[in-house]
């Protein structure tokens, strides 16, 4: 039972070039969700799933791009990277989205992703 | 004014100490998480509360609804306590949880 995966652990690109983050979860859980974090800031949303076959925009959509391939997967695309997109994102997954208040909201974060754009 | 507020942002304690991390909220929440940052980045929930206090080893959490704040508690801290602790919080009906940006502990010997 691996939890939460992400793949590539670390990334550089430069300006302009594409890339696909991706995420997995074997714990069965519903939803799914994409965050940044920057220094001195907090969390940031970017995109979340709250079912399979749903996906929805967060705080700091723009640039980027979610596909929820199917319960287990669900991946992040950058289509031409930014430095601005510089950051560390974290996949996580929750049982029950939280956007309904459960006791199933906890989330599970994956290892992170640190992305650097030239 | 950041909707979640942390303090203090560093904290440093020897081995052995209570330490209290708090956060203030200024919207009416529906549910507080708090989370632990490892030094080499992973994540980890630790609670998830909407009212009263919840307790898991030595860690302790409280929330104060009307008060709008939250405590972290660790009793006979440890080194391997030194962490990042994240507050979050899910306000109202939102689909989403606002993060305060952590409070960076260390435990030394």
């Known amino acids: 039972n691996a939890g939460v995966t992400q793949t590539p652990k670390f990334q550089v690109l430069k300006t302009g070039q594409s890339m696909t983050l991706q995420c997995a979860q074997d714990?069965?859980?519903?939803?799914m969700y994409w965050y940044r974090q920057d220094p001195g800031m907090g969390l940031r949303l970017i995109y979340y799933?709250?079912?399979?076959?749903?996906?929805d925009k967060g705080e700091v959509p723009n640039g980027y791009n979610v596909s929820r391939l199917n319960k287990r997967e669900f991946s992040l695309r950058l289509e031409s990277a930014a430095p601005s997109q510089t950051s560390v994102y974290f996949c996580?997954?929750?049982?029950?989205?939280?956007?309904?208040?459960?006791?199933?909201?906890?989330?599970?974060f994956g290892p992170g992703t640190r992305l650097t754009v030239l | 004014k950041n909707e979640v507020e942390q303090s203090p942002q560093n904290l440093t304690a020897q081995e052995g100490e209570f330490i209290t991390i708090n956060c203030s909220y200024s919207v009416g929440i529906s549910a507080l998480h708090w989370l632990q940052q490892h030094p080499g980045g992973g994540i980890v929930s630790l609670f998830m509360l909407s009212s009263g206090k919840k307790k898991h080893g030595r860690l302790i959490a409280t929330i104060n609804i009307q008060e709008k704040h939250s405590s972290l508690h660790i009793t006979a801290s440890h080194p391997r306590d030194s962490a990042v602790y994240i507050c979050?919080?899910?306000?109202?009906?939102?689909?989403?949880?606002?993060f305060g940006t952590g409070t960076r502990l260390q435990v030394t010997l």
């Open positions: 996580a997954s929750s049982e029950a989205w939280i956007g309904i208040l459960s006791s199933y909201n906890e989330q599970f």
């Open positions: 799933s709250a079912s399979e076959g749903t996906t």
């Open positions: 979050a919080v899910r306000a109202g009906t939102a689909s989403k949880l606002t």
């Open positions: 714990m069965n859980h519903n939803s």
